[in-house]
C-alpha cells in the first residue's frame, strides 16, 4: 500500500506560481511511476503531467506544457508539480497518483484508470 499527501495548493493571483507536493509512505516511490491529475467543478478528471519511474522522463497535457514541470525525488519519497503563469482555467482539485511498473516499462500513463494509487487532493484557486 502506498498513502499519498498532496499540499502546497491555496489561493493565488493569475500569473502566479505554486509547488504541489505529493508525500508518500508506505512503500517508496521509486518503483512507481508518478502523475498529477485535477477535476474542476463540474467538469471531469483530467490528466495533467506524469514522470516516469526510470530516468525522471515527463509527459504533459497540452494545456499545461511549457508552465507546468513534474519532478521527483525518490530520496524524499516525493513528487512535486511546479505551476507557473497560473491561469483561472488552471482552478480545480489537483491529485497525485501511483502506478507500479516494471523497471522495463517505457511506457507514460496518461489515463487516471492506469494508476493504482491516490492521495485526497489539494485545492488550487486562481483568481484575482
Known amino acids: 500500500q502506498v498513502q499519498l499527501v498532496e499540499s502546497g495548493g491555496g489561493l493565488v493571483q493569475p500569473g502566479g506560481s505554486l509547488r504541489l507536493s505529493c508525500a508518500a509512505s508506505g512503500r517508496t516511490i521509486s518503483n512507481y511511476a508518478m502523475g498529477w491529475f485535477r477535476q474542476a467543478p463540474g467538469k471531469e478528471r483530467e490528466f495533467v503531467a506524469t514522470i516516469k519511474r526510470i530516468g525522471g522522463s515527463t509527459r504533459y497535457a497540452d494545456s499545461v506544457k511549457g508552465r507546468f514541470t513534474i519532478s521527483r525525488d525518490n530520496a524524499k519519497n516525493t513528487v512535486y508539480l511546479q505551476m507557473n503563469m497560473l491561469q483561472p482555467r488552471d482552478t480545480a482539485v489537483y491529485y497525485c497518483?501511483?502506478?507500479?511498473?516494471?523497471?522495463?516499462?517505457?511506457?507514460?500513463?496518461?489515463?487516471?484508470?492506469?494508476?493504482?494509487?491516490w492521495g485526497q487532493g489539494t485545492q488550487v484557486i486562481v483568481s484575482s
Open positions: 497518483a501511483a502506478k507500479l511498473v516494471s523497471v522495463y516499462s517505457t511506457s507514460y500513463f496518461t489515463q487516471g484508470s492506469s494508476y493504482d494509487y
